[in-house]
């Protein structure tokens, strides 16, 4: 509630359809069967995904501009679902842990504006469920990409979009990397990650398999997005 009473959600029926219909895809390869997985995306310039307990994940505009290619959205949607995937019963039976984590993440908005308070939130979200589920944040990252990486390939998509996505992210210009600052504080890309993600690849039984990039349907799914932003940068 608190995040879209923050944010315009992003209306185009055409997009929201094809984000949903993707992450309803990437959600059907995970473990947990007991949440109602639900994709919003939300209008902002910044570059962004978060998620919150419940099965709720959201995207920005500015991210889908940022993407070159399905699987690479693909990606970004696994990984937040991975993070869906550390249950805390609590969650289930009282509101009183999600109310305050709201409410912090309201009042300690790191920027001005609603940004701020969506980065705020996801950070307390995300230390909540290590609190809770007794791992670090560091920990979540990995098993996160992990099974994000499992759900791409299940999913029918290249999981080598994962690497790329964070090379996509290492290679961007430096006037771009402010609108992505606080996407990475979250999942920072260390060459600790960045090791693990290569490892995870080359366990992967991949022989045989055709796997989906796509860029030509995602950009012209995305058009009206990147229209938004063409004369923005």
């Not at 993707?22 to 570059?47: H, M, N, P, V, W």
């Not at 399905?70 to 842990?97: C, M, W, Y």
């Not at 999600?98 to 308070?117: D, E, K, T, Y």
């Amino acid at each position: 509630r608190e995040i879209l009473a923050s944010f315009y959600p992003y209306t185009d029926p055409k997009v929201v359809r094809y984000v949903d219909d993707l992450g309803r895809l990437l959600a059907a390869q995970a473990k947990r069967r007991d949440l109602e997985y639900r994709f919003t995306i939300l209008y902002s310039e910044k570059i962004y995904a978060t998620s919150a307990p419940g099965g709720y994940v959201y995207i920005t505009t500015g991210m889908l501009n940022f993407l070159e290619n399905e699987a690479e959205l693909a990606a970004v949607l696994a990984h937040e679902i991975g993070e869906q995937q550390f249950p805390d019963r609590r969650f289930t039976k009282s509101d009183n842990v999600i109310n305050a984590a709201v409410q912090a993440g309201s009042a300690v908005g790191s920027m001005p504006g609603p940004l701020g308070s969506l980065a705020s939130l996801g950070m307390m979200l995300l230390q909540v469920y290590n609190e809770r589920t007794f791992k670090t944040a560091g920990e979540r990252l990995l098993e996160s990409d992990a099974s994000a990486m499992r759900y791409l390939m299940n999913a029918g998509y290249d999981p080598q979009a994962l690497i790329d996505l964070e090379k996509h992210f290492l290679r961007a210009e430096p006037k771009v990397v402010p609108y992505f600052f606080d996407y990475y504080q979250s999942r920072p890309i260390t060459e600790e990650r960045m090791n693990a993600l290569r490892k995870e690849f080359q366990k992967l039984p991949l022989s045989g398999k055709s796997l989906i990039m796509d860029p030509v349907e995602y950009r012209e799914v995305t058009r009206g997005v990147r229209e938004i932003y063409k004369t923005a940068r």
